[in-house]
């Protein structure tokens, strides 16, 4: 008998989650189209339930990201701004890999403009990180309840992760 476990592995997917897998596949492969970064993100809000899916990008200041796109309720929003990683979820998903706050992510880092001004109280953050390793962007999705299944959204992450890697590493 096992003395200990890793729940994920026994995750036991549905037929849809099924489905849902298989197309973010069949996406991380399209990553040589203009389009994927849009696709992507497009994809992840129809599948997450968030209502913000944001893209950011590692700047050359050591505690700056930039927010390279972000959809607000699946609609492209012409935002390209910069903040600092100290007081957000996102320093901590620097320092820990992926990061899940079901609920009060917004009380957690009060000092998060982007928490308030989209009043948001679940936050799921994957790193993306580069070919030796060090952070060169993030991935967010927020919501203002938890979001269903962060189980999936991880191993969607895990899938669509490594040409979003390839992608932020080139020069702007």
Known sequence: MLKSWNPRIEVAWSTEEKLIL?????LAQQVNQESYIRDLLSF???????????????TALPQEMQVRHLLLKGESMPLQAYYPLQGTPCANVNRHGVLYFAEGVQKQ????????????????????????????????????KPLPNPHLLELLLTILSPPLETLLEKPV
């Open 22 to 26: 298989d197309a973010a596949v069949l």
């Open 44 to 58: 992840l809000y129809r599948h997450s339930g968030a209502d913000v899916v944001m893209l950011c990008r590692k």
């Open 109 to 144: 880092f009060p000092q998060d403009h982007y928490l308030r001004v989209f009043r948001i109280e679940s936050y799921f953050g994957a790193p993306i990180l580069g070919a030796t390793g060090e952070l060169v962007g993030i991935v967010s999705l927020l919501h203002h």
